[in-house]
């Protein structure tokens, strides 16, 4: 059964860099797509971008020139880098594996909470 | 890009009743597309994906339909454990339904 684990720092200051990985345990990063999810706090979902194990990668078009998505196959997780933030980028961050790439799929981290905040 | 737009946006219901939630998409996306829900705190659990092949071990009282730009999600005999927040996702996702008890 595939588990994936967010972490990282949960505070970050305004203009800096967050940044965060998904540790992938019970499954090979290879052959999936991963991708990134964030939630404000009492609002929705926002799709932030994917990864597939070869490299390509697909962004959300409104986050597209701050968001990377990374892959370490080496330590079988990936990783999620958004730069210049602000207090709109706080949100709890989750990541995700799918099979196919236009959904995120059925099995999710149990998400991390991110405060932007000086 | 594709928008995806859920109506209603809350949805009050009883248990035991049927209810149905849409979702459009601004052009068409075949039937890519899958529902999750969400209840508070906790991470979204996929229901449905290719517009109405339900997920291993979701209970068969849940259903999806549709094609194109029109999709809706089905719930029959609504049960306590349902009343959440549901939503729809092409790349990227609806603003969501909150069903909430009538």
């Known amino acids: 059964q595939v588990q994936l684990q967010e972490s990282g720092p949960g505070l970050v200051k305004p203009s800096e860099t967050l940044s965060l990985t998904c540790t992938v345990s019970g499954d090979s990063i290879s052959g999936h797509f991963w991708s990134w999810i964030r939630q404000p706090p009492g609002e929705g979902l926002e799709w932030l971008g994917y990864?597939?194990?070869?490299?390509?990668?697909n962004y959300n078009p409104s986050l597209k020139s701050r968001v990377t998505i990374l892959l370490d196959t080496s330590m079988n997780e990936f990783s999620l880098r958004l730069t210049s933030v602000t207090a709109a980028d706080t949100a709890v961050y989750y990541c995700a594996r799918s099979d196919n790439s236009w959904y995120v799929g059925g099995n999710w981290g149990q998400g991390i909470l991110v405060t932007v905040s000086s | 890009d594709i928008q995806m737009t859920q109506s209603p946006s809350t949805l009050s219901a009883s248990v035991g009743d049927r209810v149905t939630l849409t979702c459009r998409a601004s052009q068409s996306i075949s039937d890519w597309l899958a529902w999750y829900q969400q209840k508070p705190g906790k991470a979204p659990k996929l229901l449905i994906y290719k517009a109405s092949t339900l997920e291993s071990g979701v209970p068969s009282r849940f259903s999806g339909s549709g094609s194109g730009t029109e999709f809706t999600l089905t719930i029959r005999s609504l049960q306590p454990d349902d009343f959440a927040t549901y939503y729809c996702q092409h790349y990227t996702f609806g603003q969501g339904t909150k069903l909430e008890i009538k």
């Open positions: 990864i597939y194990y070869g490299g390509t990668t």
